[in-house]
């Protein structure tokens, strides 16, 4: 295991509402990124942050948004869901060369 | 245009068998790293190896190795006696510049091992 923890595990959602998944870094790591894995595709980067900041983002709109907290854990909040959110969404911390991945929050939006 | 190509979809390998999964990575910046990570059906990602761009071997870690020809700017997989828990999704990956934000991933290949 890499000690990169996410939750909730799985969440079922309806079109409009917001959503919140959260994840803790693994030890050490000041780095956190986000991805969204659609079934059957390879993870797209959704944001970085570095130090609580945002220190880069993919093509995901606004909606989308994210902190980082001093403890370096993290969370990713989408707002107005659309069908098309649901995915596998992925949490992963760095430190130089190395970044590991959480076990991922499934979300469906109905 | 994908920065990073895996052309098998899906792969088979009998058990204790070696197999190679393709990646070809597009890229202009001289400095990048290339990574290959594991996904089970649980949905993890796991790293199982990194090779840099400047650096001067290919990787090893364990049964893994990279075949990393920079000219060609491929960086295949070799996983050498293949065993049953392999079976599982595997992404190519590469982060640039070196220390860039974000990686980009591959759609990936299910590798299948049989008994």
């Known amino acids: 295991e890499t000690g990169v923890t996410q939750s909730p595990t799985h969440l079922i959602k309806t079109r409009g509402q917001q959503v919140t998944l959260r994840c803790s870094s693994q030890?050490?790591?000041?780095?956190v990124s986000w991805y969204q894995q659609a079934l059957g595709q390879g993870p797209q980067f959704i944001f970085q942050?570095?130090?609580?900041?945002?220190?880069g983002r993919g093509n995901f709109p606004p909606r989308f948004s994210g902190l980082q907290f001093p403890n370096y854990s993290s969370e990713l909040n989408v707002n107005a869901l659309e069908l098309d959110d649901s995915a596998l969404y992925l949490c992963?911390?760095?430190?130089?060369?190395?970044?590991?991945f959480g076990p991922g929050t499934r979300l469906t939006v109905l | 245009a994908q920065k990073i190509t895996q052309t098998q979809p899906g792969m088979f390998v009998q058990e204790k068998e070696a197999v190679t999964l393709d990646c070809t990575y597009d890229?202009?910046?001289?400095?990048?790293?290339l990574f290959w990570y594991k996904q089970p059906s649980s949905g993890e990602m796991i790293f199982l190896i990194y090779?840099?761009?400047?650096?001067?071997q290919n990787a090893t870690e364990g049964r893994y190795s990279l075949n990393f020809q920079k000219a060609r700017k491929s960086a295949n997989l070799v996983i050498s006696a293949s065993q049953l828990g392999d079976s599982a999704m595997y992404f190519c990956?590469?982060?640039?510049?070196?220390?860039?934000?974000?990686?980009?991933f591959g759609p990936g290949t299910r590798l299948s091992v049989l008994p």
């Open positions: 992963a911390s760095s430190q130089g060369n190395e970044q590991f």
């Open positions: 090779q840099g761009s400047y650096d001067q």
């Open positions: 990956a590469m982060r640039e510049p070196f220390y860039g934000q974000n990686f980009v």
């Open positions: 942050y570095y130090r609580e900041e945002e220190n």
């Open positions: 030890s050490g790591h000041n780095t």
């Open positions: 890229t202009s910046d001289p400095s990048y790293g």
